[in-house]
T-cell receptor, first 115, second 109 residues
Framework: DSGVTQTPKHLITATGQRVTLRCSPRSGDLSVYWYQQSLDQGLQFLIQYYNGEERAKGNILERFSAQQFPDLHSELNLSSLELGDSALYFC??????????????FGSGTRLTVV | GQNIDQPTEMTATEGAIVQINCTYQTSGFNGLFWYQQHAGEAPTFLSYNVLDGLEEKGRFSSFLSRSKGYSYLLLKELQMKDSASYLCAVKFNDYKLSFGAGTTVTVRA
């Protein structure tokens, strides 16, 4: 157990639907990062939050949004789902983006299948 | 993203040594990480380099040359359980960690 909790582990939904993925960071970690990993592709950075505020944005689609709550858990919302959104979605946390050590600790991921 | 390149696949025999190379753009470099990822599982941290040189951790070592934009991960005394994808990740000055596509290492008996 890495200390980063992601729910649900698996999600199967239809095209056009909306889903919410949840992440609880490791205790004491203020930053949360979301990554998408499609089949045969590397981890693609989506978005980062630090202590409740958006810190950095990657190639995140407009149909996707995220937020980090006061208790530091984060949610990634995916809407108008398309077949191509099927992927593993990982959440990671770290203590601080500026300080050391800032090793990213990953959750076990949510496997999203859009049918 | 940000031109992080590593080989797609490598195969080696149990007990052997394998070296996985990674090149990256040097502009804005702020640290390099290696992660191991078994199929369908979360990436797990292996090593971190921010200064030039070799970092050794048991059977795994990682090397960095900042001027060349080059790193390698050395896996010694390979075991079957080392069959996995190895991800090179670079931290640039924009806070996020950018990953290469990963190198799938297959260890054969």
């Amino acid at each position: 157990d890495s200390g980063v909790t992601q729910t649900p582990k698996h999600l199967i939904t239809a095209t056009g639907q909306r889903v919410t993925l949840r992440c609880s960071p490791r205790s004491g970690d203020l930053s949360v990062y979301w990554y998408q990993q499609s089949l045969d592709q590397g981890l693609q950075f989506l978005i980062q939050y630090y202590n409740g505020e958006e810190r950095a944005k990657g190639n995140i689609l407009e149909r996707f949004s995220a937020q980090q709550f006061p208790d530091l858990h984060s949610e990634l919302n995916l809407s108008s789902l398309e077949l191509g959104d099927s992927a593993l979605y990982f959440c990671a946390s770290s203590y601080s983006p500026e300080g050391e050590p800032y090793v990213y600790t990953f959750g076990s991921g949510t496997r999203l299948t859009v049918v | 993203g940000q031109n992080i390149d590593q080989p797609t696949e490598m195969t080696a025999t149990e007990g052997a040594i394998v070296q996985i190379n990674c090149t990256y753009q040097t502009s804005g470099f702020n640290g390099l990480f290696w992660y191991q990822q078994h199929a369908g599982e979360a990436p797990t941290f292996l090593s971190y380099n921010v200064l030039d040189g070799l970092e050794e951790k048991g059977r795994f070592s990682s090397f960095l040359s900042r001027s060349k934009g080059y790193s390698y991960l050395l896996l010694k005394e390979l075991q079957m359980k080392d069959s996995a994808s190895y991800l090179c990740a670079v931290k640039f000055n924009d806070y996020k960690l950018s990953f290469g596509a990963g190198t799938t290492v297959t260890v054969r008996a």
